[in-house]
């Protein structure tokens, strides 16, 4: 029964994965591609590490793996805000079809300093 669960877990962290990547080449801009990055890849890759963990039969291998997956999923958000907020701040546009910008009313600071709001905004 753990062999189907295990192998159940890997291909769905594999499909996960692939349709993670699939976002990365076919979303239109960066804010979008990270959405999949984040969210896709990081439950493709949890999924694979708990489906090793489940298959693995090693104590040690297990331990590993959730380890793994635990790191994944305290650092892959914080990384992804890093960088969506620094192309922010960068001046990088949303793609032109987007249909929510929270963030219209911040000035982009290039210069290191903190996001002021426009006036008349």
């Given amino acids: 029964m753990t062999d189907y669960i295990g192998m159940t877990l890997l291909v769905l962290g594999i499909a996960f994965t692939l ?15 990270l959405q999949a990055a984040t969210k896709c890849v990081t439950l ?17 291998i297990a331990l590993k793996a ?8 305290l650092t ?12 922010r701040r960068a001046g990088i546009p949303l793609w ?3 249909v929510v910008d929270a ?8 210069d290191g300093s903190p996001s002021e709001p426009r006036a008349g905004g």
């Fill in 19 to 33: 349709f993670g990547c699939l976002g990365l080449i076919r979303l239109p801009d960066v804010y979008n591609r």
């Fill in 76 to 87: 892959a958000p914080v990384a992804a805000h890093a960088i969506s907020r620094g192309s």
């Fill in 44 to 60: 493709g890759t949890c999924g694979t590490l708990l489906g090793v963990a489940i298959l693995s039969g090693s104590v040690s």
């Fill in 66 to 73: 959730l380890l793994c997956g635990l790191f994944l999923l």
């Fill in 96 to 98: 032109s079809g987007s």
């Fill in 103 to 110: 963030m219209k009313d911040t000035a982009p600071a290039v």
